[in-house]
C-alpha cells in the first residue's frame, strides 16, 4: 500500500532530521572543546627531565609550524626559562618584557626546559581517546594543528549547554570543522524536506481515499521555507564581510529559519489534531499529545526569547545557552514523529 511506505519514509526521514543535525552541532562542539582542552608543543625529547637547547635552535623549531605536534607532548607541567648571554636566567612568563627585550636585542643563550610533578593536562598524551586518535593519523594532527594556529577563537571551555562560553556557530567557524558543519545541515535541510514533502503525500493519498477531507497544505509550504533558510544560513557561515548590512542580514536569515520551522511543526501537528478521529489507525494518540503539548511550548519559549532578545539586555552567556538548548530542543519534534506514525504490518 502507498499509505504505509510513506508512513515508512515519514519515520525514516524524521529520525534521520533528528539526528543529523544533531550529529553536526555537537561534532563541531566535541572538536572545538577538545582543541582548547589540548596544546601543540615543539617537537622536543619530552622524556628527559631537563632540557636545555641554544636559543638560535629554539628559534629554528618554533618558527616553523609544521614541526609541531600533539602527540610528542610533555605528560607534567614544564618551567620555561631563558638563559641571558651574562647567565642571568628569566622564568617564562613571570619576566615576559624583559625576555622580549633580551631577544631584540639579541642577548638570549639558551632555553631551559624544568618538569615539575603536577600533571599536564594540556598534553594529549593525558586523554587517551585523543591521543589514541591522533596518534594513528599524522595528516589529521597536522591539519587540526593548522586550524588551532589559525584560528584564535579556539578557547578552553566546559560545556555551552550549561555555561554559555561559545555560540554554534564559533565552533564550526574553522576548516575542516565547517565543511562538516556545512554538509551535514544542508543534508538536515534537505531531509527535512523530505520530511515535508512526504507528509503532504501521506496526508493528500488520505484524502483520496476519502479518509480525509480538505486539509491545509500550509504547513509544507512553511516547512519549504524553513529548509531554504537553513541552506543559506549554512553557506554563510564563515564568510565574513566588515558590514552592518550583511552581519543583519545572516540575523534575519536565522530568525526566519526559526520562524517558519515553528509554524510548519505547529500547522502540521493541528492537522494531525483535526483529523485524529479519521487517522486513529496509523497515529499514536500519547504521542500526539505529547506533540501537542510539545509545539504549544515551543510556541511560548519562542516568544519570550523574542521578546528578551529584543526589548531585554541579556549576557552574552545566556545567548548561547538560549541558542544550544532551543537548536536541540526544536529537534525533538523529529523524533516524536518518528514515534508518532503507526505501520498496519497486517
Not at 624583559?98 to 594540556?122: E, G, H, P
Not at 550549561?162 to 564550526?172: D, N
Request: charge should be positive.
Amino acid at each position: 500500500m502507498k499509505s504505509t511506505k510513506l508512513l515508512k519514509r515519514i519515520k525514516s526521514y524524521a529520525f534521520a532530521s533528528f539526528l543529523v543535525p544533531l550529529i553536526a552541532v555537537n561534532s563541531c562542539l566535541f572538536i572545538y572543546k577538545s582543541l582548547g582542552d589540548i596544546s601543540f608543543y615543539p617537537n622536543f625529547n619530552w622524556n628527559k627531565e631537563e632540557i636545555e637547547i641554544t636559543f638560535n635552535d629554539y628559534k629554528l623549531i618554533v618558527n616553523k609550524p609544521e614541526t609541531f605536534t600533539f602527540t610528542n607532548c610533555p605528560i607534567y607541567k614544564i618551567d620555561e626559562y631563558f638563559i641571558a648571554i651574562d647567565n642571568q636566567i628569566l622564568q617564562y612568563p613571570a619576566h615576559t618584557s624583559l625576555i622580549t627585550n633580551l631577544k631584540a636585542n639579541n642577548k638570549i643563550k639558551s632555553v631551559f626546559f624544568k618538569f615539575r610533578k603536577d600533571r599536564n593536562d594540556y598534553c594529549v598524551k593525558n586523554h587517551p581517546f585523543l591521543y589514541s586518535v591522533l596518534k594513528k593519523s599524522r595528516f589529521l594532527e597536522a591539519m587540526l594543528i593548522r586550524s588551532k594556529i589559525n584560528y584564535e577563537g579556539i578557547t578552553k571551555i566546559k560545556n555551552p549547554y550549561f555555561y554559555g562560553e561559545v555560540s554554534i556557530s564559533r565552533t564550526a567557524r574553522f576548516f575542516p570543522v565547517t565543511f562538516i558543519f556545512k554538509t551535514l545541515i544542508i543534508l538536515s535541510a534537505f531531509l527535512l524536506f523530505l520530511f515535508w514533502k512526504n507528509n503532504l503525500d501521506l496526508l493528500s493519498n488520505l484524502k483520496n481515499k476519502n479518509i480525509l477531507f480538505k486539509f491545509s497544505k500550509k504547513f509544507f509550504y512553511f516547512g519549504v521555507f524553513s529548509c531554504i533558510f537553513l541552506i543559506l544560513h549554512a553557506t554563510l557561515l564563515g564568510i565574513d564581510f566588515d558590514s552592518k548590512l550583511f552581519d543583519k542580514m545572516r540575523r534575519l536569515i536565522i530568525i526566519l529559519f526559526i520562524f517558519f520551522e515553528v509554524c510548519a511543526q505547529i500547522l502540521l501537528t493541528k492537522n494531525l489534531f483535526v483529523f485524529k478521529e479519521e487517522l486513529k489507525k496509523y497515529i499514536n494518540p500519547l504521542i500526539l499529545k505529547t506533540k501537542i503539548i510539545f509545539v504549544t511550548i515551543v510556541f511560548f519559549i519562542t516568544f519570550a526569547a523574542f521578546i528578551i532578545l529584543t526589548f531585554g539586555d541579556p549576557s552574552t552567556a545566556f545567548k548561547h545557552i538560549l541558542e544550544w538548548n532551543y537548536f536541540t530542543f526544536l529537534l525533538l519534534f523529529y523524533l516524536l514523529s518518528t514515534l508518532f506514525w503507526k505501520i498496519d504490518k497486517t
